[in-house]
């Protein structure tokens, strides 16, 4: 069950956290994982961590919003499984306050990532998923994509609700063809970068299960929507959230 051998997937984003887990399971399960990152040291130290255990991973360093790198990388690659997972501003610092203090500039990085690297990626492997009759689409979101949240992330959440709606358009499309497309809307992570024990033990609290999420929280229900076991799953918007109510 799960079993994915045989199966080539690229997990974006994936140099750490979230998406080292996601493309560990992957890996795990049997699949040729290339691990994606705009940073090349964090997208091979990601891989080689996959290798050490035994698993297939090759890093892929590359821009999720730049075009003609995604083309130039996945065109030709025949990529069964797609996660996208690079969110946040991508390469930029995420700017966080109210809209309206806001210059249109700020909402530049989180929208390319988000929105444009997610249709980048998937336009880049959709035809061929279409003509091999197999593919899996699988979309990183956030519950900031589903509910109003008054922490001065409206761009980000506007990203990553289009990245929803996106999926769903693209189940639709291709479901007869043999490619699923479905997202998951994630709580409160744990994050790499933030070594405030406080902080974190703070955000802990509000979430039911007590905790954060983690990589290995979301790796799992990857696997499940990457196998054939989940082939009459498309369309929907799954959430990962410790308990967390988001409607």
């Known amino acids: 069950m ?11 984003g994936a140099g750490q956290g979230i998406g080292a887990g996601i493309a560990r399971h992957l ?10 990152d705009v940073s090349a040291e964090k997208a091979e130290r990601s891989a080689a961590a996959i290798r050490s255990a035994g698993a297939d991973a090759l890093a892929k360093p590359f ?37 309206r203090e806001m210059d249109p500039s700020q909402w530049a990085a989180p929208i390319d990532v988000n929105l444009h690297g997610v249709m980048n990626t998937t336009h880049a492997v ?5 003509e091999r009759g197999f593919g899996r689409l699988i979309t990183i979101a956030s519950g900031a994509g589903v ?4 922490i001065g992330v409206a761009p980000y959440g506007a990203a990553k609700a289009a990245g929803i709606s996106f999926m769903r358009h693209m189940a639709a499309e291709n479901a007869a063809l043999g490619v699923t497309a479905n997202s998951l809307a994630l709580g409160l992570m744990e994050m790499t970068e933030v070594h405030d024990n406080a902080l974190v033990e703070r955000l802990a609290r509000s979430i039911p ?18 196998s054939d076991e989940a082939a009459w799953v498309t369309g929907q918007t799954i959430h990962i959230n410790g308990g967390n109510v988001t409607t």
Not at 2 to 12: E, M, N, Q
Not at 27 to 36: D, L
């Open 2 to 12: 799960f079993d994915l051998k045989g199966r080539r997937a690229i997990v974006t």
């Open 27 to 36: 890996a795990q399960q049997g699949a040729r994982v290339w691990v994606n």
């Open 63 to 99: 821009d999720v919003t730049d075009r003609a790198a995604v083309v130039d990388a996945l065109s030709d690659a025949e990529i069964d499984i797609v996660v996208n997972n690079a969110g946040n501003a991508g390469a930029h610092d995420m700017q966080v306050g109210p809209f």
């Open 126 to 130: 959709l035809s061929g998923m279409c």
């Open 147 to 150: 509910i109003g949240l008054p």
């Open 209 to 226: 299960v007590g905790r954060l999420g983690t990589g290995d929280d979301v790796g799992p229900a990857c696997v499940w929507l990457a």
